[in-house]
């Protein structure tokens, strides 16, 4: 072997020896690099006498040769080491069980809404949404309660601080009784100079916030507003409505309800409507499940009717405490945790 492919067959082991790619560049500047040894003998070319020095350079242009075609097949061979590392590190496992995607529910309290909408629609309920973030106006003193009254802190409203286009404050709902003024409005518009007036009837459910939290009282909690308004609407007529409504609800007739007077500004008279069932693990037990009260005359007049013509009753449910009863659930906040493996249990 002369020189040369003693030079060739260095640099073949040295790039064979080469783990990496770095590496692998670091051994081809040893020999093709500005200092390395192919370069030199180059180099040394310009010493050599003319008729030597083609000789000699064509052999060693020939030996550099080699040495390329050398680094290339290690740099091929490295690409396709390291291809064929990633490919069984990717590998998929065709055979593996697919991954399920579960399917989606509807939350307890949406199922128990949906409901409520579907009861009172049979008996010719309209549906209604509004605003969660309402006025001051339509919250407190659209319902009877005077300004600056303290019964305005009956409920521990979230008060934010801005106001609306006409420079009314805003809060956050603390009930979905203004439904009821945003609705009759809208219905009095509408029929403004139709005599008889049709009458109003319908539910607004949605979600209410109070400064409150403990097992059976949540910051954020729904609500279901109810609003009965015709000529002749009459307390008697709240009863057999809403007694029908537990009826369905429940899917029994096994209860007794209980009218309890109580005191709302928006309703005269007011009463609480408590339930007990006859039968089961909750039975003879009183249970709050709705406020309730013949609308009182300026609640009327806010709507835009006059009172002398214009009567009914009001009532408000809350769908949480109605859900927990149905399914037997004993802490609110659980409802609201997001925690899927009680949510689930609904589906
Ligand atoms: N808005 C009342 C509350 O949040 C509930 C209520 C009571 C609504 C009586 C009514 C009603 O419509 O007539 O406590």
Known sequence: MNDLEQLAAAARADFE???????LENAKARYLGKAGRVTELLKALGALPVEQKKTRGAEINQAKAGIEAALQARRDALAAAELQRQLQAEALDVTLPGRRRGTGGLHPVSRTIERIEAIFGSMGFDV?????????????TALNNPENHPARSMQDTFYVDMKDGEGRWLNLRPHTSPMQVRYARAHAAKYAGVDPMPEIRVIAPGRTYRVDSDATHSPMFHQCEGLWIGENVSFKDLKVVFIDFVRQFFETDDFDVRFRPSFFPFTEPSAEIDIAFRSGPLAGRWLEVAGSGQVHPNVVRAYGLDPEHHIGFAFGIGPDRLAMLRYGIDDLR???DGDLRFLSQFN
Request: net charge negative.
């Open 17 to 23: 020896a080469a783990p990496t790619p770095a590496e």
């Open 128 to 140: 209604a949404e509004g605003p969660e973030i309402e006025t001051d106006w339509m919250s407190f």
């Open 334 to 336: 659980l409802m609201f």
